[in-house]
């Protein structure tokens, strides 16, 4: 049961790089959301999505990407990473519907991700 | 323009004793309400919630308590264990959308 997974963990870039993390779900789940979490910070929401194909904005998308080809797996692209974008990053996945009683979100382990 | 707001940064508790953590909120669009649990080098895990027409919902160890005209909420718990150990996020999101909006969190620590 492996829920919601993302690679890599750890990842240490330079200023200018890019990287993709990855986000991949088996639970069926329609909706998939990528949040960074800063110090003394609440999860904010970078971006998501409501099913395959689709994605929207959250509240911090500048300078972000995302893409969700398949149902399963949610995609997150850094196209050139600055160090206000050191963070840790987790997916979360939800099964959908516009009432909050259906939006009990499931978390990925994170990945840690440094840019010097 | 913080909608959710956990002010205390962090709480030690006696082993065996009551954990009250505390949530504020400004939306009165809010009408669920949810707990989250982090350990580290993990993501959040669902505790508990609530919707705006309970005013209490209560899982073993944890009750929920909501104070719709204050706009505030508390999660009990008790008795308070080591296991209990870790960051509580409070969060909550508004019918017809699906985002929900996070708290800062509060860091338990049980004392043994």
């Known amino acids: 049961n492996a829920g919601v997974t993302q690679t890599p963990k750890f990842r240490v870039l330079k200023t200018g790089q890019s990287m993709t993390l990855l986000c991949a779900q088996d639970?069926?789940?329609?909706?998939m959301y990528w949040y960074r979490q800063d110090p003394g910070m609440g999860l904010r929401l970078i971006h998501y999505?409501?099913?395959?194909?689709?994605?929207a904005k959250g509240e911090v998308p500048d300078g972000y990407n995302v893409s969700r080809l398949k149902k399963q797996n949610f995609l997150l692209g850094l196209e050139s990473a600055a160090p206000s974008q050191t963070s840790v990053y987790f997916c979360?996945?939800?099964?959908?519907?516009?009432?909050?009683?259906?939006?009990?979100?499931?978390f990925g382990a994170g990945t840690r991700l440094s840019v010097l | 323009d913080q909608q959710v707001k956990q002010n205390s940064p962090s709480l030690s508790v006696q082993e065996g004793r009551i954990s009250i953590l505390n949530c504020d909120y400004t939306?009165?669009?809010?009408?669920?309400f949810l707990w989250y649990k982090k350990y580290p080098a993990e993501g959040p895990t669902f505790l508990i919630s609530?919707?705006?027409i309970k005013d209490k919902n209560e899982d073993g160890r944890f009750t929920v308590f909501l104070n719709k005209s204050a706009k505030h909420l508390s999660l009990h718990i008790v008795p308070s264990q080591p296991g209990d150990s870790a960051v509580y996020f409070c969060?909550?999101?508004?019918?017809?959308?699906?985002?929900?909006?996070w708290g800062a969190g509060t860091k338990l620590i049980i004392k043994p």
């Open positions: 939306n009165s669009m809010f009408d669920y």
């Open positions: 999505s409501v099913g395959e194909g689709t994605t």
């Open positions: 969060a909550a999101s508004a019918d017809s959308n699906y985002q929900l909006i």
């Open positions: 639970m069926n789940h329609e909706y």
């Open positions: 979360a996945s939800s099964t959908g519907g516009t009432s909050g009683r259906w939006n009990i979100q499931y």
């Open positions: 609530i919707s705006s």
